[in-house]
Nanobody
């Protein structure tokens, strides 16, 4: 059973950098063909895919967030991380990490973390 657990501060000040880590257990983040994603849900809005890091370390970002988003990994700890710089109150959301599996003809998110609330406020 794969489990994902987000961790990081729940409160970030405007203009600072939001940093979150997802710890994965029950499976390796280097196993083909999994993609490890960050997804967020602002209050009252739908889910927004932010970006992902693939099993081979390749990274992919939402065009709207690419300029201030960075995703990295630590394979020795089986973790991947999100950094979102220059945050504003509009970045307030529940942040999820999730695993996406590529079936070749499509993909699906099969495991999710429970989500962590991040509030951007002074």
């Amino acid at each position: 059973q794969v489990q994902l657990q987000e961790s990081g501060p729940g409160l970030v000040k405007p203009s600072q950098t939001l940093s979150l880590t997802c710890t994965v257990s029950g499976g390796s983040i280097t196993t083909s063909y999994y993609y490890w994603s960050w997804i967020r849900q602002p209050p009252g809005k739908g889910l927004e895919w932010m970006g992902a890091i693939a099993y081979d370390g390749s990274t992919y970002y939402s065009p709207s967030l690419k300029s201030h988003t960075s995703i990295s990994r630590d394979t020795s700890k089986n973790q991947f991380s999100l950094q979102l710089s220059s945050v504003t109150p509009e970045d307030t959301a529940v942040y999820y990490c999730a695993r996406e599996v590529d079936y070749g003809l499509g993909s699906t998110y099969d495991y999710w973390g429970q989500g962590t609330q991040v509030t951007v406020s002074s």
